[in-house]
DNA sequence: AACGGAACCTGAAAGC
DNA sequence: TGCTTTCAGGTTCCGT
């Protein structure tokens, strides 16, 4: 599932693909990756000779700048950018498809996504950016993590601390994945209410969140430019403690438990998460 | 108003 | 064996 990690990731790719390129030919494969009502056709004409000039990316979300307006671009569960010849066959569930060319280069830029719960959303010159974005709360890289005032936003908080971690207006991009890891490296119970942190655990859980981030960033460095998420089959599953549970816990060895909270697969230490 | 749950999707895996 | 159910999680919507 992508992250903010993996949306980074998407980034940087998409940075090397994309910017600075010129758009030749859009396709819109799918009109559901689209906003209610929007034709495919009418986003078709608009990306048509458009010139790329950068890609942005806050929390999740990611910002494809171009001459006349931008695109916001959502992977959802299963999306990913992927980059091919402008001959090579449609990929297996492509949505989207950008050719593009930068000089003497010709490139095609697919963007796939299996269960469509991405989203592409092209904003006109002029129009103000989608709410989606422009309510995100800080950025863990691109703003860092201010523990004073996350504390304070944190304090106002009656709900669980895991699934207020979820929320993109706390902090923007981290998903069930990243609060999973975050809690379990700062010691945190998912359960505790937020606003019963102290300062000090709020800055454990600062760290053990910039800390997960970090080592998903070095391990796609690795993979090359076309990463694979965790759920996917065969997928290896690098992380310390989600997808492990019933296994020792890495750091007390009592075995790690799941339990649901608010709807969503939480995999904790009842030993050393308090 | 805040919160839980369902819906949106698809395919793999588990259950029967 | 083969059909049915469950599960995965990002976001939004709906009902309580």
Known sequence: VPELPEVDHA???????????HIEKAQVFDARILDEGVKPA?????LRDRHVEAIERRGKWLRIVLDEGRVFSHLGMTG?????????????????????????TRRSVRYV????????????????????????GP??????????ELHEKLSRRKLAIKPTLLDQTVLAGIGNILATEGLHAARIDPRRSARDLSRKEVSALARGLRRSI??????????????????????ENPFTIYGHEGTPCPRCRKPLAKMILAGRGTVFCAHCQR
């Open 42 to 46: 009418s986003v078709v004409r608009a």
């Open 113 to 136: 996504d299996q269960r469509l719960f991405g989203r592409f959303v092209l904003v006109r010159r002029d129009k103000p950016d989608i709410e989606a974005w422009t309510s995100l």
């Open 139 to 148: 950025d863990p890289l691109v703003d860092g993590i201010d523990v004073d």
């Open 80 to 104: 990913k950018w992927v980059s091919g010849g402008v001959r090579d066959d449609a990929l297996p569930f492509e949505r989207i498809r950008l050719d593009v060319i930068a000089g003497r």
């Open 11 to 21: 980034r940087r790719m998409l940075d090397t693909w994309l910017a600075r390129t």
């Open 214 to 235: 970090d080592t998903s960033l070095s391990l796609q460095e690795q993979e090359g430019p076309v990463i694979t998420y965790v759920e996917e089959p065969g997928a």
